[in-house]
């Protein structure tokens, strides 16, 4: 069983930065695709940032490009998404999910992938 634990959420005033972070209790965490959700209150939940298996490839949200940035930590088994220039409708409660299915990255990215795994969630609230 995959457990995700996020952190690092919090009240931050728009135009200011957070960091969360993910941390993953699995044997094989490199063998993992990893992503950020995101449910704004009254909102379905929305994809926001994917990183394959070692890291070299990443896929943004056209809403949080040039903003966000995701990484992961194979060694550590964690994943993080920096997130600068905050707006008040980033406000949401962010979700770190994984899938360790043998599939490719342009399944990851399609729009359509369903991961396996979610963690609890944290929020975030941007003011304005």
């Known amino acids: 069983q995959v457990q995700l634990v996020e952190s690092g959420g919090g009240l931050v005033q728009a135009g200011g930065s957070l960091r969360l972070s993910c941390a993953a209790s699995?044997?094989?965490?490199?063998?993992?695709?990893m992503s950020w959700f995101r449910q704004a209150p009254g909102k379905e939940r929305e994809f926001v940032a994917a990183?394959?298996?070692?890291?070299?490839?990443?896929y943004y949200a056209d809403s949080v490009k040039g903003r966000f940035t995701i990484s992961r930590n194979n060694a550590k088994n964690t994943v993080s998404l920096q997130m600068n220039s905050l707006k008040p409708e980033d406000t949401a409660v962010y979700y770190c999910?994984?899938?360790?299915?043998?599939?490719?990255?342009?399944?990851?990215?399609?729009?359509?992938?369903?991961?396996?795994?979610w963690g609890q969630g944290t929020q975030v609230t941007v003011s304005s």
């Open positions: 990183v394959s298996w070692s890291g070299g490839s990443t």
């Open positions: 999910a994984a899938d360790g299915r043998i599939v490719g990255w342009a399944d990851v990215v399609s729009g359509s992938f369903e991961y396996d795994y």
């Open positions: 699995v044997r094989t965490f490199s063998s993992y695709a």
